[in-house]
């Protein structure tokens, strides 16, 4: 994590949050809503209807000028030069040994315009790594917009109906997976991308701070559910999608994170496999917890959660790659659990 010292970021909507209710807890140097009282409602929401989370601890990166895209080619892997204008991309920030150290998501916002979103304790390095991408003859600019603007996420099988009914009755109907497109909300412009970490349909929504209160009282309004960090992060979890904090940081390549084909990038090493965990029992094993298989070291645990949708406890885990056998078993501090197939759960439509 990359924050500065001891700093701690808060949203620019803390104070609306706190007034609907939030708990919040502090993550990647951000202080975020955990829950607004029931996370159990919040995850069901979610997967039955839709939910509205706050994502704004998360690097939003303007990259503009006619060598953007090479600026972009220098910092993340990928075929981003495919990036069509109104379209989106995942990529990764590899290091010089081809370890991953930022998960993005870049929108061609324009011809020359593109914006980057990052991890939240990935922001500084990754500003950073753009800026020492650009030339001296290039005609390139970087502009953090991180603290400028939020990020709305509303997801959920509900979140395209939501947006027609409370929103514009423009987006869903043209809007596809990994595009984007600019709309007007209460006469500000906003931008929307079709996109969620959740396992679900979603939305991601760019706007200045203004806009989003308006979002959030107009889902107040609708008696819809806002959802802290324990119900998107289950969620994450239940759907295998990784995050940076706390899945891949300490070293791991494309294909140790099972992003290489995803993202159609080179594998690089191949140590590790970060592999899908069944828990016994109610226990969810701590980041960092040792793995043990057959009484020798075998790897160590990274997300775990309480599934109230499965019933059960999960998480993913860095496996000796020779070793991550879906039904192998092993042990993590004490508590048994068991390899499985990915994902945990795939909304089947």
């Known amino acids: 994590m990359t924050t500065p010292g001891d700093v701690v970021y808060h949203l620019a909507l803390r104070d609306v949050h706190r007034e609907m209710g939030a708990t919040f807890g502090l993550a990647s140097g951000w202080s975020t809503p955990i829950h607004y009282g029931d996370w159990q409602a919040e995850h069901r929401a979610l997967r039955s209807d839709v939910a509205i989370t706050d994502r704004s601890a998360g690097s939003r990166t303007m990259v503009t000028g006619t060598d953007a895209l090479d600026t972009l080619r220098a910092t993340f892997a990928g075929h981003l030069e495919e990036i069509e204008e109104g379209r989106s991309m995942r990529s990764v920030r590899l290091d010089a040994h081809g370890m991953i150290r930022d998960v993005v998501l870049v929108t061609r916002t324009g011809g020359i315009a593109y914006l980057v979103i990052g991890e939240p304790g990935?922001?500084?390095?990754?500003?950073?790594?753009?800026?020492?991408?650009?030339?001296?003859?290039?005609?390139?600019?970087?502009?953090?917009?991180?603290?400028?603007?939020?990020?709305?996420?509303?997801?959920?099988?509900?979140?395209?109906?939501?947006?027609?009914?409370?929103?514009?009755?423009?987006?869903?109907?043209?809007?596809?997976?990994?595009?984007?497109?600019?709309?007007?909300?209460?006469?500000?412009?906003?931008?929307?991308?079709?996109?969620?970490?959740?396992?679900?349909?979603?939305?991601?929504?760019?706007?200045?701070?203004?806009?989003?209160?308006?979002?959030?009282?107009?889902?107040?309004?609708?008696?819809?559910?806002?959802?802290g960090t324990m119900a998107w992060e289950t969620a994450r979890v239940e759907s295998c999608i990784?995050?940076?904090?706390?899945?891949?940081?300490?070293?791991?390549?494309?294909?140790?994170?099972?992003?290489?084909?995803?993202?159609?990038?080179?594998?690089?090493?191949?140590?590790?496999?970060?592999?899908?965990v069944l828990?016994?029992?109610?226990?969810?094993?701590?980041?960092?917890?040792?793995?043990?298989?057959?009484?020798?070291?075998?790897?160590?645990?990274?997300?775990?959660?309480?599934?109230?949708?499965?019933?059960?406890?999960?998480?993913?885990?860095?496996?000796?790659?020779?070793?991550a056998t879906p039904g192998t078993r092993l042990d993590a501090g004490g508590v048994g659990a068991t390899i499985t197939a990915k994902p945990f759960y795939r909304r089947r439509s």
């Not at 499965?310 to 790659?321: H, K, R």
């Open 122 to 227: 990935q922001r500084t390095e990754t500003v950073a790594a753009l800026k020492r991408a650009i030339q001296p003859d290039f005609d390139a600019r970087v502009e953090d917009r991180t603290e400028s603007t939020c990020l709305v996420a509303i997801a959920g099988p509900g979140a395209g109906t939501f947006i027609q009914e409370h929103l514009t009755d423009a987006l869903p109907a043209r809007l596809q997976t990994l595009q984007a497109v600019t709309f007007e909300f209460h006469g500000f412009r906003a931008l929307a991308i079709r996109a969620s970490n959740s396992g679900e349909d979603g939305f991601e929504l760019m706007t200045a701070p203004a806009v989003a209160q308006h979002l959030l009282e107009t889902v107040r309004a609708a008696g819809k559910q806002m959802a």
């Open 242 to 276: 990784p995050a940076y904090e706390p899945d891949l940081g300490g070293g791991l390549s494309p294909g140790e994170a099972d992003l290489d084909g995803l993202l159609d990038i080179n594998a690089g090493r191949s140590r590790w496999l970060l592999s899908a």
């Open 279 to 323: 828990f016994d029992g109610d226990a969810a094993p701590a980041p960092g917890t040792p793995i043990v298989i057959e009484g020798a070291a075998a790897g160590e645990t990274r997300s775990a959660v309480r599934s109230p949708l499965l019933g059960a406890s999960i998480g993913l885990a860095i496996v000796q790659t020779s070793l």
